[in-house]
């Protein structure tokens, strides 16, 4: 969108994105959890036990609850079989997502977890430059589930970027 219609895009904010598809499991940071709450997670089911301690790095009952209510449906409902089938695909887009005419000149927020192992962040870097108006950050003890472990900060964040794109509109 802001490729080609960023007249109509007054901020971008990207989670936990994915950077290269080429080589974003070349950087992936290892699996490791941070914190965790064994009394919690002797007092889940196991099907609930391992989709909480399968991404999360932050295991405690604020981020199950948050967990459950907000990924776990989702979760329930996926087409794992599609999903294994056409994410291990690597298709590339029909066209270069990094490749812009000319930088993002609007407030922009990327998020990133330190220890996500899914998307990782060490490709980012790559297209910082196409957004001089960004805030980059790489939170610590936060995996791909950042804005629900570390959702304090996330939030201030997020205000602060809609700040900046109601202050330029």
Known sequence: MI???RDLVDGLLLIAPVASQETQNDHLPEFK??????A???SLNETDRNYLTGINVVQTQRVWERFKKEVLPALELANYEFLEHTLSQHVAYPFDVDAV???YPQPALFVMGRQDNCVGYHDHWAFLENFPRASFVILDK???NLQIEQDVVFAALVRE?????KSER
């Open 3 to 5: 490729k080609e219609r």
């Open 33 to 38: 959890v941070l914190e965790r709450d064994e």
């Open 161 to 165: 970027w809609l700040d900046r794109v």
């Open 142 to 144: 936060a995996g791909h």
């Open 101 to 103: 005419s000319e930088p």
């Open 40 to 42: 919690l997670l002797a």
